[in-house]
T-cell receptor
Framework: GQNIDQPTEMTATEGAIVQINCTYQ??????LFWYQQHAGEAPTFLSY????GLEEKGRFSSFLSRSKGYSYLLLKELQMKDSASYLC?????????????FGKGTKLSVKP | SAVISQKPSRDICQRGTSLTIQCQVD?????MFWYRQQPGQSLTLIAT?????????ESGFVIDKFPISRPNLTFSTLTVSNMSPEDSSIYLC??????????????FGPGTRLTVL
């Protein structure tokens, strides 16, 4: 079956660093996505990994290990506005036709 | 990024009625997707809509319940038919923007929040 696991909730302090982990078991793999979703809003694209390694985009970095079925999203210099749900999603087939399989999301709360 | 708009943004409907949700994209895209996000849950793909062909539905979703139109490369509609309270959900339109090779990004519209009484 298809399965994406990530922690349900996390709490961190403003200015700190937080790592959100995601493990996956899918029938195929053609990329892993991270999205940010604020309450009541649509998901916003953060990052895409298809090869092993670290992708850095400003305060956000995403890491992928295909052999381990593992990814993490690293958020640095946390700000209050980073309080949101973070969704891990795997595309299970090639090209644009692959379905994005979503995890249930990790609700991150940033405290002052 | 792709700019995606949806109409309506929200609606409250009576059981047994139908609602058609519109999705408009600011550029031509080959594939459009319709997702559902039930309260407290993650996103589930309903169907993939290609221009000029029948939509492809995921397991658990059927055309009679969720008919889809894709008349051109920038527009699609999803109809939620014969609604019941279990259909209360956020419905999201999504598109893929291929950048180069196999690298692509997937964007979501703002969603339509549906409540069925």
């Amino acid at each position: 079956g298809q399965n994406i696991d990530q922690p349900t909730e996390m709490t961190a302090t403003e200015g700190a660093i937080v790592q959100i982990n995601c493990t996956y078991q899918t029938s195929g793999f053609n990329g892993l996505f991270w999205y940010q979703q604020h309450a009541g809003e649509a998901p916003t694209f953060l990052s895409y990994n298809v090869l092993d390694g670290l992708e850095e985009k400003g305060r956000f970095s995403s890491f992928l290990s295909r052999s381990k079925g593992y990814s993490y999203l690293l958020l640095k210099e946390l700000q209050m506005k980073d309080s949101a749900s973070y969704l891990c999603a795997v595309r299970d087939r090639g090209g644009s036709q692959g379905n994005l399989i979503f995890g249930k999301g990790t609700k991150l709360s940033v405290k002052p | 990024s792709a700019v995606i708009s949806q109409k309506p943004s929200r609606d409250i409907c009576q059981r047994g009625t139908s609602l058609t949700i519109q999705c408009q994209v600011d550029s031509q895209v080959t594939m459009m997707f319709w997702y559902r996000q039930q309260p407290g849950q993650s996103l589930t793909l309903i169907a993939t809509a290609n221009q000029g062909s029948e939509a492809t539905y995921e397991s658990g979703f059927v055309i009679d319940k969720f008919p889809i139109s894709r008349p051109n490369l920038t527009f699609s509609t999803l109809t939620v038919s014969n609604m019941s309270p279990e259909d209360s959900s956020i419905y999201l339109c999504s598109v893929v923007r291929e950048l180069w090779g196999t690298y692509n990004e997937q964007f979501f519209g703002p969603g339509t929040r549906l409540t069925v009484l």
